[in-house]
């Protein structure tokens, strides 16, 4: 079965400052993985995706994300983040046998001014 | 449309009562998917559709969950008498050409209180 975990229920970071919200995986055989962020009553955004290639892979608004395969990880990250990056984060992961997206619980991102 | 529309937004329904969630996906997108979100909760897929067939419906937690898509493009979830614990948002999703490596398109969701 797919699955994929977020560790943290939260994470503050001061504006201007690193973001990184943290996602590890388990699926099998080839792993399709996604970011997505959700802003109150509105659907999920997708931000980004890793299919194959290159493991850094750069989205939308700043953001970016490392595929680990080692570490079974896939981490999103900005560099330098804004208050309106504060949102609901969630990781997505589908093998490359399936179709169905299986979501981490979420991450709240709370960037203080 | 420029994205996919779900209706309604929001929806109160009493114990028992039967309801209906609609779906209008992106055009041309031929794959459409169910998830319910529960409070603090990440989606958890519920059903999948390709054009009109409904290929996957593993995910349905109960015989009175029941989607359908008839003509490929609109996708209507059903839920016979509602039950408390059916109370979540539920998201529907398109993806084009086939399900996979496509990014999920989302729609806002509908909200739904059972009482």
């Known amino acids: 079965a797919q699955s994929v975990a977020q560790p943290e229920d939260q994470v503050n970071v001061a504006e201007g400052n690193p973001l990184t919200v943290k996602c590890t995986y388990s699926v099998s055989g080839n792993p399709y993985l996604f970011w997505y962020v959700q802003y109150p009553n509105r659907g999920l955004q997708f931000l980004l995706k890793y299919i194959t290639g290159d493991n850094l892979v750069k989205g939308s608004y700043g953001f970016e994300a490392e595929f680990n395969k080692s570490q079974t990880s896939f981490h999103l990250k900005k560099p330098s983040a804004l208050v309106s990056d504060s949102a609901l984060y969630f990781c997505?992961?589908?093998?490359?046998?399936?179709?169905?997206?299986?979501f981490g619980a979420g991450t709240t991102v709370t960037v203080r001014a | 449309g420029a994205g996919v529309s779900q209706s309604p937004r929001y929806k109160v329904a009493k114990r028992g009562q039967d309801v209906a969630l609609r779906c209008d996906p992106i055009?041309?997108?031929?794959?459409l998917f169910w998830y319910q979100q529960a409070l603090g909760q990440g989606p958890e897929f519920l059903t999948y559709?390709?054009?009109?067939?409904?290929?996957?419906k593993s995910g349905l937690p109960s015989d009175r969950f029941f989607a359908e898509r008839p003509e490929g493009s609109v996708s209507t979830l059903k839920i016979q008498r509602t039950q408390q614990e059916d109370s979540a948002v539920y998201l529907c999703a398109s993806s084009i050409p086939q399900a996979g490596i496509y990014e999920q398109f989302f729609g806002p969701g509908t909200r739904l209180t059972v009482l």
């Open positions: 997505g992961g589908e093998g490359s046998n399936d179709y169905k997206l299986s």
């Open positions: 055009s041309g997108h031929v794959s």
């Open positions: 559709f390709q054009n009109e067939a409904q290929l996957d």
